[in-house]
């Protein structure tokens, strides 16, 4: 099995690219992937065995480091180590049951950010409520803090601000962040002086923290002291506490706040303050993850779309992974005109008068 027989489309919610290719492990698969970031043939590189399989994504991160990639389990589950030289897998067991009560529930996320500096990878939890600081090398780890015992609450925000030797992590809370201390491996608990509704995500900029987060209602970007200090809130739209963004992406002298699920995006110029709504993005997307790399944003739909907004020309690439079941044969295209001759080649129906599909947001796959 490389995919489950009920999945049609390839989705995926972290990768990594390497020599202009992604790397990436889809939904409810037991197969690595390689595909050309500027379009190509979808190639499977490695099958592997399940580990503790869940009905959600397996892999929630992925870490480059040397010719290895580890991928860090989304629920319970043990680390996948691919060597991209042999060709070969391994597993790291990853029993953190002796720090906390683990969740019966595989679906929830036990970690939301993965930082690498240098040899180490830091990994911040989510419905674990711990901090964990896994050794690329030696492929050992060792638990740093256990977060709850911070302000009596879990879940930290998307996104990751490194600020000198500090990395910080805002609570979704909205009460405060943790900052961990990349030389010592201490961590402290940082109370904003300013009550927040939530938080949604973190990031730098000019040696402060940048938030994205709600306050009565208002989405808000929140500028932070390393101290907790609010220096500075701009509002930049009205929107449902139910409604989540992700990290704020800084590309040039522009912040994108990008959501989840429900499209309802917006673009704030950081010199003027002004705001205007982000319609790069079709309305019936499903977005699952978003990364910065270079400056293009890139963003991943549940649809099995793949999109890449460049800044600097203001323009959108769109992409479709997609998998048939029957023959367990994958496609993978930039271009809409590559896209039906592919459709057509593998014996998949396009239908261009669907909701979407001029935007590679619905297909229909012939299952006869």
């Known amino acids: 099995m490389l995919i489950k027989k009920n999945e049609k489309r390839v989705t995926f919610i972290d990768w990594v690219v390497i020599d202009g290719y992604i790397w990436f492990i889809p939904k409810n698969s037991d197969v690595i992937f390689r595909a050309p970031i500027e379009g190509g043939t979808l190639e499977v590189k ?71 500096v240098k040899d180490i990878a830091y990994l911040f939890g989510y419905g674990c409520p711990l901090i964990i600081q896994l050794n690329c090398n030696s492929l050992k780890y060792e638990v740093l803090s ?54 949604d995500g973190i990031a730098e900029h ?35 506490n139910t409604l989540y963004y992700f990290e704020p992406v800084i590309i040039g002298n522009y912040v994108y706040a990008i959501s989840m699920g429900e499209v309802k995006n917006y673009v704030m110029n950081l010199d003027s303050k002004e705001v205007n709504v982000f319609d790069k993005i079709p309305q019936d997307a499903d977005i699952v993850s978003i990364k910065k790399i270079y400056e293009s944003l890139y963003i991943q739909t549940s649809q099995g ?48 008068e669907m909701l979407g599909c001029k935007d590679f947001n619905m297909l229909i796959l012939r299952n006869d």
């Open 146 to 199: 256990n977060i709850s015992k911070s302000n009596n609450y879990n879940n930290l925000a998307f996104g990751i601000a490194r600020i000198g030797d500090g990395l910080f992590s805002a609570f979704v809370d909205g009460s405060g962040m943790i900052r961990l201390d990349v030389e010592t491996a201490e961590t402290n608990f940082i109370q904003f002086d300013r009550s927040l509704d939530s938080v």
């Open 46 to 116: 490695k099958t592997y065995e399940f580990c503790k399989m869940s009905e959600a994504y397996q892999y929630s991160k992925v870490i480059h480091h040397g010719s290895e990639l580890l991928f860090i389990p989304f629920g319970d589950g043990d680390i996948l180590v691919y060597d991209l030289q042999s060709n070969t897998v391994k597993t790291i067991e990853f029993d953190l049951s002796d720090y906390y009560e683990q969740s019966k529930n595989n679906h929830r996320r036990r970690f939301i950010e993965v930082y690498k």
């Open 305 to 352: 779309c793949f999109f890449e907004y460049d800044s600097e020309r203001d323009d959108v690439k769109k992409a479709v992974l997609c998998y048939r079941p029957e023959d367990e044969s994958f496609f993978y295209a930039r271009e809409i005109n590559s896209l039906n001759e592919q459709l057509y080649e593998t014996g998949m129906v396009y239908e261009s």
């Open 206 to 240: 000019n040696g402060n923290i940048m938030l994205l987060g709600k306050e009565k209602n208002e989405l808000t970007i929140f500028a932070f002291g390393i101290d907790g200090r609010c220096l500075q809130t701009t509002k930049i739209g009205t929107t449902e």
